[in-house]
């Protein structure tokens, strides 16, 4: 037990391998006010664990370097996520994940690769906004399988408490940052979520997509 | 038409009788913070105008006060308001009255039976909020009908959005104060309306029921 | 009718060609953080349909890919609209669209554009603001002739109240992002316009100038 | 399956007495701003259900006038509930209730009493605040069993943080209104939670007790 | 010179009756918060200066309690001032106290009070908000006299903008608490003030008509 | 009289060349988000009354045109001001301008130049602040000269209560947007500044020198 | 060492009665919010330890309840403090607790009481705020004797920053709820102290006296 | 004494090169909005005391400017400080720098540094946030020997809290700006940190590294 609470110290850092083992879920990199040497660095030790090894948030000239010493790794542009050594084998349950419109596609993609790196089955809803919710409600069958649902949204951030009422599992509700104006860069849909009406519905941070994907994950567990 | 612009000039206040004629619409009085003596007083020069005379938040100590002298005033409790003199006639055009839950119903009786006394034709359907889409899916087909629709929600203040998204006509939301935690009195719900996904949604100040009655009756004209 | 609700689902976005048969204004691409590609495939779908298309806060940029596409599309670069297949027949309703300030005129020119596309038949009175009232009291009696008045302020957001108490018709007010220092990007007149002691005033988004536009053009009929 | 979508119109509100079935969790009264006879009534509608009622935030008052009419109710008042036919089999899965304070004690009854009467096993530790971590860190090996934690936290909200560093399954966090000055009524710890280093953690409103009884119920399941 | 800068130490409290001499108005009592024992010292510290001793928000209680030890004071309830001393002589200079509504009565009296206090000629415009834009005009001609003009609103708090481009002389804004919903306590009209588009405007905090009375009293001279 | 009121019409603008003439201070031109061609036209239409023409926030571009046209104008960059025609007379009052630190001088500039352009006499105290009180209290006898005291700090914002207790003229404060973290972008200095227990400090928006300076002149005649 | 760290478990409650040995000041009840009869068994498990027992905001009929059963203890109630067992012998280190005002006491005497039971010598200088800063300056020569000093300041909580720049120690400042307005019930001060441009200040919870009192005594040590 | 009070008047600038002597810590130049040639002013004026001299925040073109005069100067680009003259002995005090993630680097080395150029004894943890306790708790007995600690933290700013409940001196708590999100630029940690359960913590400015390291070692002594 003791050894897979075991530490790397870089000095800058202290990189955990074997997180995923004590806590199902592995340590990832937020690549945004880091050095790319120094994400060199801890991508290194942490490949030296057995599970999937991600570095999110990152720019295309952070991924090129990653690939070019990690050729086993790949990156997704649209995630801004690196991914390394994801799960092989899938999860019987299956995670939806929904967006209100087609901007939050970066967030949902983020979250989609997440639980699917982890082990998840995914199944996609996009640009379903509450506007038209007849969009929506022609999934409200395929909706029933859901064993979570991530739900994606900027603007009126309206979506999850929608969802909420037609499924029968945890709803993981990701405010995003797309909206203008009274929007606050995520903080009217974040406070929707907050206050949402349907009980099922927790909220993690503003684009928050890594987040998501591993709280699904350890549900879908 | 110059006669019309004239006020009666109290000294603490100044009266405006006949706004009806010069705007469609009534001076109103705002009871919270006034005198009852002072409310008295002003009741009395609106009420030689010709149109409705309305006194909004009152108390029940003020609503008696006012029923003593003017008897042909009527106090509605649920909705706060003090009515004197309303339209008879009624308007072609309806105007629905919709709140997401039933805690949302002052509010919305304010709101409604302003439009009722400025001559609207009034339809309400309560407790629709969007966490249980099915409750108001079910007035869809009725939902048509509405020239106007005032949507009154706390909590996610969700319920302005889809509404948007099903009728054709303006429609006017009104945050409600219902709600806790991060609802911070209604600044939630409000940050919602505002940033609705539906082209069709305008926003009035928080619990101002007042004020979506005064627009929905000059919207019906 | 149940064919016109109809969706087209493009995986990443489902347009609806439709959606001004159903609800009497038509789906708009709201283009920032979408990919000029798919704003592209968007704008096919919905020119499928019988209206007007419009893609919002449109740089020029996209508006050259689009007009590349659709020549008989038009870009308004001050609005940074582009709109095709614009209402050829003008409604009787005269909707005035007023400035506080010369820096409000691509947020009104927006709202104009947009109603003038659905039909509307506009008058612009713009640099108006409220701390030189005489230049909006020169215009008194042609206010009279309003069907809706969509009035755009930035710094104190004061214009909407005084407007409101001139005309005899709904007053959508819109925000502006103009002004510095306290301004806080248009919050400072978002709750000034909220708070408005003019009844007959709601509110859209700050710099929403498309929504007031919908909105109007739906009182005007 | 239709059956089941059915809810009883009573004018002023809807109630969905079969919700537990289509969605796993029961239609709760939330009882703050309703009348008592209004909640008498949803109650009673509510009652014809299969699955456990409960009203949140009741007073004793409230709670007088229930139990009084459904004498098989019972009420908690640390939790400030009254709940009616609990599930009666509990489930394998344990969930924790943790607290930071003393004085969090009313929101996490309010969560283990909601989960209790949905099936869930409950372990308690409360008044395990991060300033003495040496309290926490003796229940760490208990900890190890979490299938759902839910962590309240009022003042500094870093419980989650660490919880969620030491479990290896889902955390749902509940901010408190518990603190003073600059902890503006539960916003402090709300943004800890939201921003929290633990990748595991979700977040519900400032005192829901209630809604993180039925996530954890429905990641139990 | 020195002698008028001495203070007495009461040791809960420093009081300087002197400095009217040295700075051209006296120091004030803010009552709440203090104990009416402590009140009464420091008042009577005050009353051993040459000018105007001035006690304010001071409850009825507070204020008997100050009468009975200083026959002389006398307390203006609406005001919730209490004075003594005030100047006899009146400059020539015309401070103008003017309000949007008649609940911001109070603050204004405040204002005017102690101005009067300190020797200023006085006129009152009561209830001349700016959705009547007519009321206001109506005295556009006496406003021309004003040396100075203070002016109190709350709501939309847009009277001081246009009072601002009708007069000559400085404007001092002072933001009530008059209010509900985004009013937010009186932050609504605090920002559209400090963003007033009249450049001879300049703000004190919310509801303090002291401020603004002696700031009036200094340019008056 | 009415001559003086009249405005020409730009169409996107409205200029009052004569605004000195009717209110004591001239109309200026809020230079950011206008068009360079905008900006000299109403330039043109300003400098045909009698006083001084200013524009504000002028970057070197826009006063490289400017200059161009108007050759007689004079460029001041560290206030990003642009003046033709100021007052040749000195009023007698003399106004001081002081700063906290070193990085609060464009704006205090602006106030300087601003107050200068309007007739007034300056008198510059810069970087005084109250961390190190024996800087300010050196110059302690030349402030009693001051009939005007402008005050621009950024920071904490605490130099104008200082002055305020040394001074015996009214202060106008100005918040600056210098500082970091906590400050807001001037929020904090501005809420110090409006709380002064200094009861001669009223406060103009973040970085505004310019409507200190137009005061300051208004006080100073 | 391993025994001091020992707890004791109350199930709703974990009393850590050697804190002091482990840290060098004692685990304190923050009572609002506990009944008295958990204050009382926490109080009961704390007085088994060495040093000062503390509780915290204690109102008189609490502070009753514990003098009461523990004879030995004594309320201040201007303080809001229960304490027993104070440290007896004094360090030689002075800590100076300052006000800005009369209204600040309460707090003031929170942090004086409690850094006095743990040891500390106290030198009070009450209303010393900024605006009459001779006031301040009178005491010039002693601030230099001090150890550390404690500045508790509402209103525009500009005190910590002059102090700051007067004495050669660290400087604790206490943002204090008193104020009205644009205060914000402390927020105001707390956000001056935060940026202060003095660099020996740092901030503890608006209100905070105990917390203050604590870090002034290990600082003395 | 009167000497080292006196401070040099560059007329934009006033430097007092002995503040080191009157209160144990040199004035700094804070480089942001300052011209490169008033630093090097500064500097020089600073540099003609007996400390060490501080510029912080400068940017590489500013440290190149300064170094190019000063030689004897040294800049430290990750802390962003130039530093000259530092203090040669060491204290016997250790004092802590500690952070949460790699991120906050530059805050805790912009602190480190200028506690070592005031003559501390530094020690780095760094990486040691609260999601991975096993990483702190491995230096809990070295932490013992700590008479300051600093600790930097972005996110959820839960790590002060901790440490505070470790050691047995005082925390400087500093906020960094490192996150998203709901973080608004280290509110979210600023706020924890006030908040925070820990008696001995207290905060600086969000990213005030160098105040941490001033306060640390006015401590240290």
Same mark, same amino acid.
């Given at each position: 037990?003791?050894?897979?609470?075991?530490?790397?110290?870089?000095?800058?850092?202290?990189?955990?391998?074997?997180?995923?083992?004590?806590? +199902?879920?592995? %340590?990832?990199? !937020?690549?945004?006010?880091? #050095?790319?040497?120094?994400?060199?660095?801890?991508?290194?030790?942490?490949?030296?664990?057995?599970?999937?090894? =991600?570095?999110?948030?990152?720019?295309?000239?952070?991924?090129?370097?990653?690939?070019?010493?990690?050729?086993?790794?790949? $990156? $997704?542009? %649209?995630?801004?996520?690196?991914?390394?050594?994801? #799960? #092989?084998?899938?999860?019987?349950?299956?995670? /939806? &994940?929904?967006?209100?419109?087609?901007?939050?596609?970066? &967030?949902?993609?983020?979250?989609?690769?997440?639980?699917?790196?982890?082990?998840?089955?995914?199944?996609?809803? /996009?640009? &379903?906004?509450?506007?038209?919710?007849?969009?929506?409600?022609? /999934?409200?069958?395929?909706?029933?399988?859901?064993?979570?649902?991530?739900?994606?949204?900027?603007?009126?951030?309206?979506?999850?408490?929608?969802?909420?009422?037609?499924?029968?599992?945890?709803? &993981?509700?990701?405010?995003?940052?797309?909206? $203008?104006?009274?929007? !606050?860069?995520?903080?009217?849909? =974040?406070?929707?979520?907050?206050?949402?009406?349907?009980?099922?519905?927790?909220?993690?941070?503003?684009?928050? +997509? !890594?987040?998501?994907?591993?709280?699904?994950?350890?549900?879908? #567990?």
């Amino acid at each position: 037990m003791k050894s897979v609470r075991t530490f790397e110290d870089l000095g800058f850092a202290k990189g955990e391998p074997h997180r995923i083992t004590r806590q +199902g879920f592995p %340590e990832a990199i !937020f690549c945004p006010g880091k #050095k790319t040497e120094h994400i060199l660095s801890i991508f290194g030790v942490l490949a030296q664990g057995p599970g999937p090894v =991600l570095a999110t948030r990152a720019t295309p000239q952070v991924a090129r370097a990653l690939l070019k010493h990690y050729p086993k790794a790949r $990156y $997704y542009p %649209e995630a801004r996520l690196v991914v390394m050594n994801p #799960k #092989k084998v899938r999860m019987k349950t299956k995670v /939806f &994940v929904l967006t209100a419109g087609t901007a939050d596609l970066p &967030v949902a993609e983020e979250a989609a690769i997440t639980a699917e790196a982890l082990g998840c089955r995914i199944e996609r809803l /996009f640009d &379903v906004g509450v506007a038209g919710i007849h969009r929506l409600l022609k /999934f409200r069958k395929r909706l029933k399988e859901a064993g979570v649902a991530i739900v994606c949204a900027g603007m009126d951030g309206a979506l999850p408490s929608v969802v909420g009422g037609l499924v029968s599992c945890p709803v &993981v509700a990701v405010p995003t940052s797309i909206g $203008y104006g009274a929007h !606050f860069k995520g903080l009217a849909p =974040l406070l929707t979520m907050l206050n949402s009406c349907a009980a099922n519905v927790s909220v993690v941070n503003i684009d928050n +997509g !890594f987040g998501a994907g591993v709280i699904a994950s350890l549900i879908a #567990k």
